[in-house]
Structures are given as structure tokens and as C-alpha cells.
């Protein structure tokens, strides 16, 4: 287990070189799947689409700011290392930047989400059920289940009003067919 443990910490700190991170501020539930998912600091895989938004939109400190520290409620992800924007020196980035890596995140998260429930949807497990499984095993912690439930049911609900089925349409057949 103590080995476990400190070569996981050893791969985050190889994974994360370059020791700079960046500050969002997340939903908690958000915060919770990322970190359980990724580490904290958060790091992306190389190559992934979080990556490349990052390498987009980090910059150097401007003069007149100072050095970013942690804060209460803020998600640390690490700067993935650049030739071409080497962290040492592209460490900043401005509160437009941070959207766009919150939109790139809450999009991961719904792609997860999503493809993960919608394997089981005909399963005969209640959606609050497996909404709560999925969080459970997503490191979500049981007080933030119906944020998710609410996420889930307002991406279906959307889609269904614009005609468009999300929900299985195979029935199962039955013993008299």
C-alpha cells in the first residue's frame, strides 16, 4: 500500500515536470471528479484537448500582476511543459483563458458522464441509482449526487426537445413475442 501510494505521487510529479500550475475555480462537484480522475494538481494526459487549450491561452505574467497562489475552492492543473512555451516563463493566465479551460473541462465531465450511464440506461437500475454509483465511483461526494442528476436530466432534456432521442428506442422483447 505505502509503495502504492508514493509511486502514484512519484507518476504525478513526472507527469507535471514543470511544477507550475494554474488556479480555476470549479464546481465542486466538477472539482471532486477532476481531482479523483487526474490528481492534484490536475494533470491532462499529453496530447488531450485540455492540453492544447491551456498551451493557447497561457501567457507570460503580465507587469503589472503578481504570481498566482492557491485559494480556497480553486482546482491546481498543472502547465504542461512547451518548446515553444516553456512554463518557466508562460505561466499566467486571464480569467477569459480560465473559461475556456472550465468549458474544455465541463465538456470531459459530460462526455463521461454521459457515455458511462447510457451503456446501463436499460439496465432496470433507477436513474438516481446509478447517478449515485457513478458519483461514488467518480470520487463525487453523496451531497453534490443531485447536481449531477439535475446535469444528466437537463443534457436529455435538451436534446429531446429539439427532437432529438438520446433515450433508448430497442424494447425488450417478452416471453408471449
Not at 156 to 167: S, V
Request: aromatic share 10%; hydrophobic share 40%.
Amino acid at each position: 500500500m505505502y509503495i502504492t501510494v508514493i509511486s502514484k505521487i512519484f507518476s504525478i510529479f513526472a507527469l507535471c515536470m514543470s511544477q507550475f500550475v494554474i488556479y480555476i475555480k470549479l464546481e465542486k462537484y466538477l472539482a471532486e471528479w477532476l481531482t479523483h480522475s487526474l490528481g492534484n494538481p490536475v494533470v491532462f494526459p499529453t496530447g488531450s484537448n485540455e492540453n492544447a487549450v491551456i498551451r493557447a491561452f497561457i501567457q507570460k505574467l503580465p507587469e503589472d500582476k503578481m504570481p498566482e497562489v492557491a485559494t480556497e475552492g480553486a482546482t491546481a492543473i498543472c502547465i504542461p511543459d512547451s518548446k515553444a512555451k516553456p512554463p518557466s516563463s508562460y505561466n499566467y493566465m486571464g480569467v477569459k483563458g480560465k473559461k475556456a479551460v472550465h468549458e474544455a473541462i465541463m465538456d470531459l465531465f459530460i462526455q463521461n458522464l454521459w457515455n458511462d450511464l447510457r451503456r446501463i440506461e436499460n439496465s432496470g437500475v433507477g436513474v438516481n441509482t446509478r447517478i449515485a454509483a457513478w458519483c461514488e465511483m467518480h470520487g463525487i461526494s453523496i451531497d453534490r449526487v443531485e447536481t449531477v442528476r439535475q446535469k444528466y436530466y437537463r443534457i436529455r432534456d435538451a436534446y429531446t426537445k429539439k427532437g432529438i432521442n438520446l433515450q433508448s428506442s430497442t424494447r425488450e422483447k417478452s416471453d408471449g413475442q
